[in-house]
């Protein structure tokens, strides 16, 4: 399982919050919230539904939102208001106890600047989420080895972090999502940093580890490229506000407005014709 | 002239308050007073009763494991060896015990205080006010009811030294919790890991070398004060600075002096050590 749906969620930053929520209700953008209360509107009244076992993208430009939606779902950041569901259940309602437990089972990440413990050794790195759910040293191990083999890491499990090139890092990072065996990955810009060859390796070997595994895969992006590639669905942020949301060849063919068409159009010829 | 009217002193009412404390909490100073004293004999009769090159060893191994330098080490095996050779070693001995015992205390006190300020905005705006009087309200001003509550001897020493030596320490604590990668900490927090278990897990092992370095400075600023802790009857090679300058025996004094310096080295570079070390393995991570 691993169905998520997230229903009129706000986030306001800012020392005005209850002033900016009200205004969002009431329907005002972003540059009017910010003139009249002073709080800038991270996600404005936004609701989707993410379904299981598909690589789901959320696109947008810097400062749409989308790293801030992507930490509403394993509460990272908590919205100002609205409700997130994995299936069915309200993950705000968690205690801190059961909210760790949800993170450590259901719902695992992958970091644009990979994250990895600079004092830990690869192998280290990939079992943090196992030894955190209390998975014994010698277990938690092999299923870690698993997970470095199946990212071509082998051979690599002692070596630490900054002993490896950008590429092998965020494989290491992949390989900590993939080892805590959850329901859910989140990947927060996760190839944004890499250089283009790298980075399409990845998404490759992305796809087709989904197709063995098929995990649910929330996926933040920048480039529509990489987002037609891989994404089964996409949604498009603007301002915090969704746009648009539809399979790649609906963003391609039905833009809903000018924003959209606007990405559409600046698309390199021939990428997307899936 | 200020007028005379507007003249208030605090003088009554604080020398009220620490004999009001001398008479009714007498007790719990004593306590406070007993077992950092048993501790501090208790680290002064280890290293006094270690044969001298036993002692020599154990800092020649510390020199080692912190620095893996050979020259180091060697250096810190000669400069000890030089100490003795000046007749300084019980002196010297004496000294290092109450300066293990401060540091020690520095750091129970120390490390837990960092972590509170930097986790905690409040305590950070309430503590670092009381570092900046802690570190340059004049020590003779704290010796004298230090005096008054614990008597003369090591005891008040040892309190004197912690009160101009933890600042440092508390600072570097802060600094280098509030300095570890915020998307390491919040990658650990992603993958379910409980504030304890950042703490222990990553923050203070990404810390450490600051940490360290904060150590460092404790040391060395306890180190300055073994002089002044001498005035209210720590022995050890402070009070045969003292004696030095009491006699116009101007060898005594440098040849203590001597010792004294040696001693810091010696810390210094062991401790710096120790910083390095797991700085090279953390660095651009």
Same mark, same amino acid.
């Given at each position: 399982?691993?169905?998520?749906?997230?229903?009129?969620?706000?986030?306001?930053?800012?020392?005005?919050?209850?002033?900016?929520?009200?205004?969002?209700?009431?329907?005002?953008?972003?540059?009017?919230?910010?003139?009249?209360?002073?709080?800038?509107?991270?996600? %404005?009244n936004v609701s989707m539904t993410i379904d299981p076992g598909k690589i789901f993208v959320i696109m947008g430009l810097s400062g749409s939102g989308k790293s801030t939606?992507?930490?509403?779902? %394993?509460?990272?950041?908590?919205?100002?208001?609205?409700?997130?569901?994995?299936?069915?259940? %309200?993950?705000?309602?968690?205690?801190?106890?059961?909210?760790?437990?949800?993170?450590?089972?259901?719902?695992?990440?992958?970091?644009?600047?990979?994250?990895?413990?600079?004092?830990?050794?690869?192998?280290? %790195?990939?079992i943090y989420g196992q030894r955190v759910r209390g998975t014994a040293r010698q277990q938690a191990r092999e299923i870690g080895q698993q997970w470095i083999d199946a990212v071509n890491l082998s051979g690599y499990e002692n070596k630490y972090p900054h002993e490896l090139s950008g590429g092998m890092r965020q494989r290491v990072g992949l390989a900590r999502a993939l080892a805590a065996d959850t329901?859910?990955?989140?990947?927060?810009?996760?190839?944004?940093?890499?250089?283009?060859l790298i980075r399409a390796e990845m998404q490759d070997q992305l796809l087709e580890l989904q197709t063995k595994l098929s995990k649910t895969i929330v996926f933040i992006t920048h480039d529509l490229e990489e987002a037609l590639r891989i994404g089964s669905e996409i949604a498009i942020l603007k301002d915090g506000e969704l746009v648009q949301v539809g399979k790649p060849a609906d963003i391609l063919n039905n833009p809903a407005n000018d924003y959209v068409a606007r990405f559409v159009e600046r698309r390199p010829v021939g990428v997307g014709a899936k | 002239?200020?007028?005379?009217?507007?003249?208030?002193?605090?003088?009554?009412?604080?020398?009220?308050?620490?004999?009001?404390?001398?008479?009714?909490?007498?007790?719990?100073?004593?306590?406070?007073?007993?077992?950092?004293?048993?501790?501090?004999?208790?680290?002064e009769s280890a290293l006094r009763g270690l044969p001298w090159w036993c002692v020599i060893i154990i800092f020649m191994v510390g020199a080692w494991y912190s620095s893996r330098r050979i020259i180091l080490t060697a250096a810190v095996g000669m400069l000890l060896f030089?100490?003795?050779?000046?007749?300084l070693w019980d002196l010297t001995m004496q000294t290092l015990a109450l300066m293990l015992m401060a540091t020690i205390v520095s750091v129970l006190i120390g490390v837990p205080v960092g972590i509170l300020a930097a986790k905690n905005g409040f305590v950070r705006g309430t503590i670092l006010p009381i570092l900046d009087i802690m570190q340059t309200m004049p020590s003779f001003v704290y010796l004298i009811p230090a005096l008054m509550l614990f008597g003369l001897g090591k005891v008040p020493a040892i309190l004197a030294t912690i009160i101009y030596a933890v600042p440092p320490l508390i600072r570097l604590t802060d600094l280098g919790i509030r300095q570890v990668d915020k998307e390491v900490v919040e990658a650990a927090t992603a993958f379910g890991g409980s504030p304890i278990r950042i703490l222990f897990g990553v923050e203070l092992p990404l810390a450490t070398p600051t940490i360290m370095a904060g150590l460092n400075q404790t040391i060395m600023m306890a180190l300055s004060?073994?002089?002044?802790?001498?005035?209210?009857?720590?022995?050890?090679?402070?009070?045969?600075?003292?004696?030095?300058?009491?006699t116009l025996d101007v060898g005594k004094g440098l040849e203590?002096?001597?010792?004294?310096?040696?001693?810091?080295?010696?810390?210094?570079?062991?401790?710096?050590?120790?910083?390095?070390?797991?700085?090279?393995?953390a660095s651009n991570g």
């Open positions: 399982m691993g169905k998520i749906e997230i229903r009129n969620v706000f986030k306001i930053f800012g020392h005005q919050e209850d002033k900016a929520l009200e205004l969002a209700r009431q329907g005002l953008g972003k540059e009017e919230i910010l003139s009249q209360s002073g709080c800038s509107v991270g996600l %404005n939606l992507v930490r509403h779902l %394993n509460r990272l950041i908590e919205p100002s208001s609205g409700e997130v569901l994995f299936d069915g259940k %309200n993950i705000l309602d968690l205690s801190p106890k059961e909210l760790r437990k949800f993170r450590t089972h259901h719902i695992s990440m992958v970091f644009q600047s990979f994250a990895l413990m600079p004092h830990r050794t690869v192998l280290q %790195n990939v329901d859910v990955i989140l990947m927060d810009e996760a190839f944004s940093a890499l250089d283009p | 002239m200020f007028p005379d009217n507007l003249h208030y002193s605090i003088r009554g009412p604080v020398n009220d308050f620490i004999e009001m404390l001398v008479i009714n909490y007498g007790w719990v100073f004593k306590a406070i007073s007993h077992a950092l004293l048993q501790s501090v004999l208790l680290i030089l100490v003795g050779v000046l007749g004060m073994v002089v002044v802790a001498s005035m209210i009857g720590a022995r050890g090679l402070g009070e045969q600075v003292l004696n030095g300058i009491q203590a002096g001597i010792g004294i310096v040696i001693l810091a080295v010696l810390l210094d570079r062991i401790t710096q050590g120790f910083g390095k070390t797991r700085a090279g393995g």
